[in-house]
């Protein structure tokens, strides 16, 4: 049996959260899972620079070289069971995942959300947009999520939060970076090797 976990990250821009995670691998922070491919749902995005440049394997899957939705889901799980994934981590992946496929990888799905779900989240509520909402709203503490993927957006099991303060001067370009470097980046390589852990006690095949 392999003593790690496949792991595949999807992504679909600058890949900031990607690189945490190949830094960890590198630091050991991550031990319990390998990043075995990066998946992009778009041609341009940086983090398919990050990833060649760590010699990790790629792969673009985007809505514009499928007929439908549904072929394209189609290709996305080729892909992941070809490469034998136990986990997939959504690093800033800006494309939607049906149902049925999050009933598919049931608890095998692991998002980074930039609030403290249930907050600023769900529906409408991606990049700037949420750190917009959070400064209109007036909160003095922000933060990010790691969840679970279900059929509801940010609606899955919560694995690990972390807080960051909101400070008077913040824009939501400010707010975002801070809640970036403080909280992002270092609760997704931690919530991935806690849930890679877990999957490992379980057994994957070799
Ligand atoms: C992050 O803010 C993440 O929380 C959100 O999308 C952004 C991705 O940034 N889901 P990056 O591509 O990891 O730099």
Not at 65 to 80: G, H, N, S, V
Not at 96 to 110: A, G, N, P
């Amino acid at each position: 049996m392999r003593d790690f976990v496949n792991i595949a990250v999807l992504v679909s821009g600058g890949g900031t959260n990607l690189q945490a995670l190949i830094d960890a691998e590198k630091s050991g922070v991550l031990k319990s899972g390998k990043i075995k491919i990066v998946i992009s749902s778009s041609y341009g995005a940086f983090a398919l620079e990050r990833a060649k440049k760590s010699g990790i394997k790629t792969a673009v899957i985007t809505k514009k070289d499928f007929k439908t939705a549904k072929e394209k889901e189609a290709a996305l799980i080729k892909t992941i069971e070809e490469n034998d994934i136990d986990l997939i981590i959504l690093a800033g992946y800006m494309s939607i995942l049906s149902e049925s496929f999050t009933k598919r990888f049931d608890k095998r799905i692991i998002n980074i959300h930039p609030s403290l779900i249930p907050s600023f989240c769900g529906e409408g509520f991606y990049g700037l947009k949420v750190h917009e909402a959070a400064l209109e709203k007036g909160v003095k503490v922000t933060g990010a999520t790691v969840h679970f993927v279900n059929e509801i957006p940010d609606g899955g099991e919560i694995i690990m939060q972390k807080a960051v303060r909101v400070l008077k001067k913040d824009t939501a370009e400010t707010l975002q970076k801070r809640v970036m470097r403080l909280a992002e980046w270092k609760i997704l390589p931690q919530a991935a090797e806690k849930v890679s852990k877990n999957i490992l006690r379980k057994g994957v095949s070799e």
